[in-house]
């Protein structure tokens, strides 16, 4: 696809694995970054929706590949990366972006199969992919790597234990990553949305009262939508973000905003 971008924002060139790409925050991230010249490999863990994902993508003019893996399942992952050289000769965009949440209840009453389910999809998934894609990026000259946590991570979720224990470990596995590989020009960030109308988060928006708590407290007064996360991915993805690493970028209208 050719970019019209500006030389920061400009991904001509690059290729990006987009997991959990078909729908919501991942598929607004996937055609930002195709919208920016990069080749892009969306993966979910059902079939059902996402060549019509890909199809999307493709009738903007970007150039895609659909696989099927189940982030919670390491040898499909590597098959993911397998793919995306066999098909484009590298990767240099990850943006770690699948996630679940089976428990919704107090923490302790999480079952032992609830806590493995989130860790392997929310956590152990994205290390995986790490492992597979930094010798990639090194080969390279550098890469990108984006996790989207939530600001869940950042304090928990009421009735979210699980999911929001695992959303801090992602936002410790991140800082750790920048760390880690700043030598190499690997820079690697979070992104910390609130609440987004995507059918992951149906729970909540379609629940007024919950809705109207959380309004109560937003600034915006609104919810967030997918392609309110796809500009700062954008921008980590760029060269426009090359001294940027470690951080964590929250996205929520103001609701992390202290206030008296």
Known sequence: MSSSASPM???????????????????AIAAALAGAGAKVVITARKAEGLQEAAEVLRANGADVLALQAHNGDKSQLQAVVAQTVEAYGGVDILVNNAATNPHFGPILEAEDSMWQKTVEVN??????????????????????????????????????GVYSTTKAAVINLTQ??????ASDNIQCNAIAPG??????ARAIWENEM???MVLSRT???????????????????????AFTTGQVFVIDGGVSIPMI
Request: net charge positive.
């Open 9 to 27: 924002f400009d991904l001509g060139g690059k290729i990006a694995i987009v997991t959990g790409g078909t729908r919501g925050i991942g598929l």
């Open 123 to 160: 956590l152990l998934g994205n290390v995986w992919l790490c492992q597979q894609v930094v010798p990639l990026m090194r080969s390279r000259g550098g890469g990108k790597i984006i996790n989207v946590a939530s600001i869940n991570g950042l304090r928990p979720g009421r009735m979210q």
């Open 176 to 181: 750790t990553l920048a760390m880690e590989l």
């Open 195 to 200: 609440l987004v109308q995507t059918k992951f």
């Open 210 to 212: 919950l809705m109207d």
């Open 219 to 241: 600034p915006a007064q609104r919810v967030g939508q997918p392609e309110d996360i796809a500009g700062i991915a954008l921008y980590l993805a760029s060269p426009a973000s």
